[in-house]
């Protein structure tokens, strides 16, 4: 059961609504698949509201746009103060690029223009993606995930971050 044409412009609170009543109609025993929605923290809310499964291009597009997400926030890797950080880009990743490249270099590959960092990053932003996934399911297996969820969106909104992160 799929739900689609929902991301493409309108309010969140407009998308949240039509998912509430959308799935009232589709079977809980059956997977929910919601189409083309990719923010975390929209994924979280349409979790909470039912929905099993997401496909989006925002790990992969905002990663080659120097865009990664963390579990601080969104960083900017092309800002300056990069330059110099030899820190890992999340502490709390495991990730293939967090494990073996800091930010200065990921910075340095993409003021460059080279190819590398548009994988690194889009390695880690799908690394991300799995875990956020992967934590929610343990969380609801739990029996916390509103609470979870509402201090991981105050951490990864994409709105809230991109601006204090430049």
Same mark, same amino acid.
């Given at each position: 059961?799929?739900?689609?044409? @929902?991301?493409?412009? %309108?309010?969140? %609170?407009?998308?949240?609504?039509?998912?509430? *009543?959308?799935?009232? +109609?589709?079977?809980?025993?059956?997977?929910?698949?919601?189409?083309?929605?990719?923010?975390?923290?929209?994924? @979280?809310?349409?979790?909470? =509201?039912?929905?099993?499964? *997401?496909?989006?291009?925002?790990? #992969?597009?905002?990663?080659?746009?120097?865009?990664?997400?963390?579990?601080?926030?969104? &960083? !900017?890797?092309?800002?300056?103060?990069?330059?110099?950080?030899? !820190?890992?880009?999340?502490?709390?990743?495991?990730?293939?690029?967090? =494990?073996?490249?800091?930010?200065?270099? &990921? =910075?340095?590959? +993409?003021?460059?223009?080279?190819?590398?960092? @548009?994988? &690194?990053? !889009?390695?880690?932003?799908? *690394? *991300?993606?799995?875990?956020?996934?992967?934590?929610?399911? %343990?969380?609801?297996?739990?029996?916390? +995930?509103?609470?979870?969820?509402? %201090?991981?969106?105050?951490?990864? !909104?994409? #709105?809230?971050?991109? #601006? #204090?992160?430049?």
């Amino acid at each position: 059961y799929a739900i689609g044409g @929902l991301a493409v412009g %309108e309010p969140v %609170e407009i998308m949240y609504d039509l998912v509430d *009543f959308t799935t009232g +109609f589709m079977p809980e025993n059956k997977p929910r698949y919601l189409m083309g929605v990719g923010r975390p923290e929209n994924l @979280l809310e349409a979790i909470e =509201r039912g929905i099993d499964m *997401f496909d989006c291009v925002m790990p #992969t597009r905002n990663g080659r746009n120097a865009y990664l997400f963390t579990s601080k926030g969104v &960083l !900017s890797m092309k800002n300056a103060k990069y330059k110099d950080d030899f !820190s890992v880009m999340d502490e709390d990743c495991g990730c293939y690029t967090c =494990r073996n490249y800091s930010k200065a270099y &990921l =910075r340095h590959l +993409f003021v460059a223009g080279e190819i590398l960092a @548009l994988e &690194l990053a !889009s390695i880690h932003n799908l *690394f *991300f993606y799995i875990k956020l996934m992967q934590t929610s399911r %343990e969380k609801i297996i739990e029996g916390n +995930f509103s609470d979870w969820k509402k %201090e991981m969106i105050n951490k990864v !909104s994409l #709105t809230n971050k991109i #601006t #204090t992160e430049e």
